[in-house]
């Protein structure tokens, strides 16, 4: 008697880096995990037809934002996640540790998307675009650190955005060494926005730890690029990521330049996460989405597998859940994605508004959630 499934997915190319797979199998899904990869394999309540497509891990964008109705930054998650295979959505720092149990409340609780997130330094989070640490009695370390611990089911860690004037007077030296206190006392990781801060890059990564990310990795803004002078990436960058440092795109409206991506890559410096910072001021350009900040990295000449693994099982890793996200192994969680690569010229735009004339994209056909069929075009 053949096998019955809840959802069963064929005829596409599954791409699964975790695992080193890549071939033309069916994936079934059962009980809200992956239940078999293979051919024939039976019988499912309902089907999608990946013919002449892409079958991934759900993706996850570690970097995001969709604390809607109280940040400024905030999106509605179901209404982009399902359409663009984000099965896993990583706010980072738009709730703070005074209005965190809102967001948990009446964002993640309700939501189909799968929401985690960084609690911000700040304590009111991002509510508008700038200075949410000008009020130093926002900024404690003990607090941050302790909603970090006070929700461990969501709470991933802590965030801080180090840009000029975001504490007013305030050295942002100083802002990132309260930071590391927050992050040490839960003992967790923190991400660490650099792009258009004031003081070079090489004095905001030295004093990282193992885990902790730095965001924004390819902003095109002097004196915290990566990039030196001679086009080169800079000592401290090798350093830290020999020391186990991530180094994440979070694209943004003003964080993600084609000319810092070439310059690193052609150094052999690569991203270890792709990542949108997709938020209200550029979800409708220049980012739109996690899947077309993809398609930059592949017409910038990253293979393919190196694309889909950055955006799914080394995120997962970042976030501390490559047991059951980020791949296809039996038993994962079955959180999938369907994608054509289409082929054409389209007009791929960076953070500072240079345009890439490629020849390939990737489109979302499908998704599942959960192991159930989540959103189909």
Same mark, same amino acid.
């Given at each position: *008697?053949?096998?019955?499934?809840? #959802?069963?997915?064929?005829?596409?190319?599954?791409?699964?880096?975790?695992?080193?797979?890549?071939?033309?199998?069916?994936?079934?899904?059962?009980?809200?995990?992956?239940?078999?990869?293979?051919?024939?394999?039976?019988?499912?309540?309902?089907?999608?037809?990946?013919?002449?497509?892409?079958?991934?891990?759900?993706?996850?964008?570690?970097?995001?934002?969709?604390?809607? /109705? %109280?940040?400024?930054?905030?999106?509605?998650?179901?209404?982009?996640?399902?359409?663009?295979?984000?099965?896993?959505?990583? /706010? !980072?720092?738009?709730?703070?540790?005074?209005?965190?149990?809102?967001?948990? @409340?009446?964002? *993640?609780?309700?939501?189909?998307?799968?929401?985690?997130?960084?609690?911000?330094?700040?304590?009111?989070?991002?509510?508008?675009?700038?200075?949410?640490?000008?009020?130093?009695?926002?900024?404690?370390?003990?607090?941050?650190?302790?909603?970090?611990?006070?929700?461990?089911? !969501?709470?991933?860690? #802590?965030?801080?955005?180090?840009?000029?004037?975001?504490?007013?007077?305030?050295?942002?030296?100083?802002?990132?060494?309260?930071?590391?206190?927050?992050?040490?006392?839960?003992?967790?990781?923190?991400? %660490?926005?650099?792009?258009?801060?004031?003081?070079?890059?090489?004095?905001?990564?030295?004093?990282?730890?193992?885990?902790?990310?730095?965001?924004?990795?390819?902003?095109?803004?002097?004196?915290?690029?990566?990039? /030196?002078?001679?086009?080169?990436?800079?000592?401290?960058?090798? /350093?830290?990521?020999?020391?186990?440092?991530?180094?994440?795109?979070?694209?943004?409206?003003?964080?993600?330049?084609?000319? #810092?991506?070439?310059?690193?890559?052609?150094? $052999?410096?690569?991203?270890?996460?792709?990542?949108?910072?997709?938020?209200?001021?550029?979800?409708?350009?220049?980012?739109?989405?996690?899947?077309?900040? *993809?398609?930059?990295?592949?017409?910038?000449?990253?293979?393919? $597998?190196?694309?889909?693994?950055?955006? !799914?099982?080394?995120?997962?890793?970042?976030?501390?859940?490559?047991?059951?996200?980020?791949?296809? @192994?039996?038993?994962?969680?079955?959180?999938?994605?369907?994608?054509?690569?289409?082929?054409?010229?389209?007009?791929?735009?960076?953070?500072?508004?240079?345009?890439?004339?490629?020849?390939?994209?990737?489109?979302?056909?499908?998704? %599942?959630?959960?192991?159930?069929?989540?959103?189909?075009?």
């Amino acid at each position: *008697m053949a096998e019955q499934y809840d #959802v069963l997915i064929t005829g596409g190319t599954v791409i699964d880096p975790a695992n080193g797979v890549q071939g033309a199998w069916d994936v079934a899904l059962k009980d809200g995990v992956v239940a078999a990869i293979g051919r024939d394999l039976g019988q499912a309540d309902s089907a999608i037809d990946a013919s002449g497509c892409l079958v991934t891990p759900g993706l996850i964008d570690l970097h995001t934002h969709v604390y809607k /109705d %109280v940040s400024s930054f905030g999106i509605e998650a179901d209404d982009l996640c399902p359409r663009t295979g984000v099965t896993t959505s990583v /706010d !980072t720092g738009t709730a703070g540790w005074i209005n965190y149990r809102g967001l948990e @409340r009446y964002v *993640m609780e309700p939501s189909s998307t799968r929401i985690l997130a960084y609690v911000n330094l700040s304590g009111v989070g991002l509510p508008w675009r700038r200075g949410e640490m000008v009020y130093e009695g926002y900024v404690s370390a003990s607090e941050c650190a302790q909603t970090v611990l006070n929700h461990p089911e !969501t709470a991933l860690g #802590v965030k801080v955005r180090l840009y000029k004037g975001v504490g007013g007077d305030t050295d942002i030296r100083d802002l990132l060494q309260i930071a590391l206190e927050a992050a040490n006392r839960c003992e967790k990781p923190l991400m %660490v926005h650099v792009s258009n801060a004031d003081v070079p890059l090489r004095n905001l990564i030295q004093p990282l730890r193992p885990g902790d990310i730095v965001t924004h990795c390819f902003h095109g803004t002097q004196p915290a690029s990566i990039i /030196d002078d001679q086009g080169k990436v800079i000592s401290e960058a090798w /350093d830290a990521r020999d020391r186990g440092v991530i180094f994440d795109i979070g694209h943004g409206l003003g964080s993600f330049s084609y000319d #810092v991506g070439r310059a690193a890559m052609e150094d $052999g410096f690569p991203p270890d996460t792709i990542s949108s910072d997709i938020h209200s001021y550029n979800i409708d350009g220049p980012v739109y989405d996690l899947p077309t900040t *993809m398609s930059k990295f592949l017409n910038l000449g990253m293979p393919l $597998g190196e694309v889909i693994q950055r955006s !799914t099982i080394e995120p997962a890793q970042v976030i501390d859940r490559e047991d059951d996200l980020g791949h296809l @192994r039996v038993g994962a969680a079955g959180d999938v994605a369907v994608f054509e690569l289409e082929k054409g010229t389209f007009e791929l735009t960076d953070a500072t508004q240079q345009v890439l004339m490629g020849e390939q994209r990737l489109v979302c056909r499908a998704s %599942v959630r959960d192991g159930k069929v989540w959103w189909q075009g």
